[in-house]
């Protein structure tokens, strides 16, 4: 009997151990499963769930049999409190480039406090390589004539949910080298535009060229292509510039002077500012935009003995005047807003006796413009005197106005030059009980500008 008991005892064990080791990932999402050779990282999400009666810490690891693989986990630990459901995240790369194709990666969440207790999962990654992720199609004139300037461009098409940061895309053949840096986002279709001009000896036939894609020195491609040179007439070309003040012009003139009919490509390059202040005869077929410039285009055939001509006009006058325009209202705003009057006012000597305060009082006002201000007005106040002001300079002794518990002093300044300081000061005597209750009123300056009185006032006074 006591052995069945032991038995039955020792089963429930192993079942509740076998039971515990399989409840740790409560579900798996994948956010990312695509590897371009090395570039990128497959992302998974996981859901842990800790049914232990205790907490515990897990790490996420892959088996010995899988060393050519990478895995790291965000946080590098997870710790999981009795119960507690938690997502995480880790991430798979392979520890070098390796061949496409689909792999089984096995991983193993086990906790650091108790190896028996853990769990298993298989995830599925798909390695490409750049060529097989990005599509790259080459898209030429379908006549180059290697007497101009031609207009290449590689249409980027990415399969897949993937983002590439400052892809050097490089064109080059024999005769001619060109780059261009772009970013490519998540399934995102991207052309780069490339102007060509050939040089060397080129005659009718193909050509190879070669298309290469690097990031930071790492090389996804390197793809050889075709150019196809064909039979050409003989085209002339005359450009005549006219530049003025602030204007500039171009007249240009394609002849056909050959036996056969030419198809024609003529582009410019201009920055934003050249584009808004530039006018078109006729206007261009297209208008592409290549980063911080813009690429009109005109396409034409042109049959023997036939000539056209396109004018190209910058006129940046308009531009110019709206600006002056903008910065003398500006400039009127401004000086229409701007206070040119500084106002102080100073209590440089108290002295209290018997309820009386003796105050001296200086009150300096200052032009700060170039230009004299007329008429000026400086009023000042005060409450509370026994007796009027003393202590006045002759020269600039002010009106008195007294009234019910106030005095007001009034000076006209006929004239204030640029820069100059008007200085007055004063003597009062005044009743007052408490000295940090004592309430000095704000000096005030009024003038006119512009038409408009103006209205300043000094800082706030206070005796000590």
Known sequence: ?????????????????????????????????????????????????????????????????????????????????????????????????????????????????????????????????????????????SEINPSEDNLFKIELTNNYDISYKELSIILESDFFSVSQQINLSNSEKETANFIVNLTGDLREGSYPIFLKVLSDDKEFLNKELEMIIGDHSKISQIGTPIEKLLFFSEKIVKTNDGSTISHEIITKK??????????????????????????????????????????????????????????????????????????????????????????????????????????????????????????LAEKRKPRIITSHEKTSLLWHIPKLEGRENYVVSYNVKLEHEKINKLRIPKAAAKYIKMFKRKIVYSNNVKPF
């Open 1 to 141: 009997m006591e052995k069945r008991v032991f038995l039955i005892i020792l089963i429930l064990v192993i079942l509740s151990n076998f039971a515990s080791s399989s409840s740790i990932i409560e579900q798996k999402r994948e956010t990312n499963t695509v590897i371009v050779e090395d570039y990128n990282e497959a992302v998974y999400k996981l859901i842990l769930n800790n049914d232990q009666n205790i907490s515990s810490k897990f790490r996420i690891i892959l088996p010995a049999s899988h060393w050519e693989w990478i895995i790291r986990t965000d946080p590098s630990s997870i710790e999981l409190e009795r119960g507690e459901r938690k997502t995480v995240s880790f991430y798979i790369k392979p520890f070098e480039i390796i061949e496409h194709g689909l792999y089984s990666i096995p991983i193993k969440i086990e906790s650091l406090d108790d190896e028996n207790y853990f769990d298993e999962e298989t995830f599925d990654i798909e390695v490409t390589t750049f060529d097989m992720a990005v599509t790259t199609e080459l898209k030429q004139p």
């Open 270 to 391: 201009l920055s934003s500012i050249e584009m808004k202040v530039a006018s078109f005869t006729p206007q261009p077929d297209s208008i592409e935009r290549e980063g911080r410039y813009y690429i009109p285009t005109w396409e034409f055939d042109l049959s023997p003995g036939e000539s056209r001509t396109i004018i190209i006009e910058k006129d940046y006058r308009a531009l110019i005047s709206g600006i002056i325009a903008l910065v003398i209202i500006i400039g009127l705003f401004y000086s229409y807003k701007k206070k040119h009057i500084t106002l102080t006012k100073n209590i440089l000597s108290v002295k209290s006796k018997d309820g009386i305060l003796s105050m001296d009082v200086v009150i300096s006002l200052k032009n700060k413009s170039r230009r004299a201000i007329k008429n000026l007005k400086l009023l000042d106040t005060i409450n509370h005197l026994i007796e009027p002001p003393t202590q």
